[in-house]
């Protein structure tokens, strides 16, 4: 693997598991935040989700072309990291087993399935039993099977920070942009932000790590100072569920250009269904929470301070594989139009 500009490339005789993703200026978003929305479509990703690059990376730096052996790749996640993780083995020809908790829906098991999944194996309540069954259980058996994390390492948060050199590249006359919003569930998409705004000379451009009350770990940890571990998660976003986020991720929110945004579930639904609508996009709630500050004054407010017309703001599409029409529906009729205080850290 050679690096290019910044970013990772994958050597000649390898595939890459994860492709270019537009980035859409929203003149519906844009009027309604009074600034120039931009979006990074990475519910475009072949997984669905902005985890193709991280993983994607992750295992190119792991697996040679030229070996002639082909290692079993193991994921512990029901979410977008499992249906990465799939994606990218198929395309760089491995099989792979997922493991979820027994929490996780229908829906997703059938994608991990019909992405191509070796296996998928239900194991205990949590992601944590998930995973501790992994390790113990299934790696214990197959001494040369390859374990990817969900978002905690080095190489993952490279791979995801190739997104800021594509949207380096796709802003008008290579402007770099005023803010950029991002999600944050573990830390990963988040990491790759920062680390690719570090390397482009851009750690100067605002960043809102957003997440929804019941899933803010980044936020109660800004809050203490230290790392903090949620008992549980509440949110019904669960692609943001990790009840602790990395060292690297506290160290990135404690920056002066970093504010953590925490907004309610409603808010999160809010913002999937007015996407729909303004840009025919379906995004799961991760998503929807970072498109809901566009709307009524909520970015400014965030801010502290008003944008100009002029002001770029990109906003990271991180995923769209969990969420139906059905489930956009039941969300508008669950949360309908609410007011509510932003809480705010940073």
Known sequence: MTV???SLAPSQKQEKPWVETPLKESSSLSKAAKCRVFLKLENLQPSGSFKSRGIGNYLLARLS???GSTPHIYSSSGGNAGLACVYA????HHPCTVIVPLSTKPLMISKLRAAGAH???QRGATWAEADKYLREEVLAKDKEGIYVPPFDHPDIWTGNATMMHEIKEQMPHGEKPDVVICSVGGGGLF???CEGLDALGWSDVQVLATETEGAESLAKSVLAGELVTLPGITSQATSLGAVRVTGKSLEYGLRSNVKSI???DAEAAMGCWRLADDERLMVEMASGVNVALCYDGRLDKVLGRRLGKGSKVVIVLCGGSNVTVDMLMK????FGMVETEIPMNG
């Open 331 to 334: 969300w508008k009729q669950e």
């Open 89 to 92: 083995a198929r395309t760089l």
């Open 262 to 264: 925490v907004l309610p």
């Open 191 to 193: 990491n790759g932000v």
């Open 119 to 121: 296996d998928v194996i």
């Open 65 to 67: 072309p030229n070996s």
């Open 4 to 6: 290019q500009n910044g």
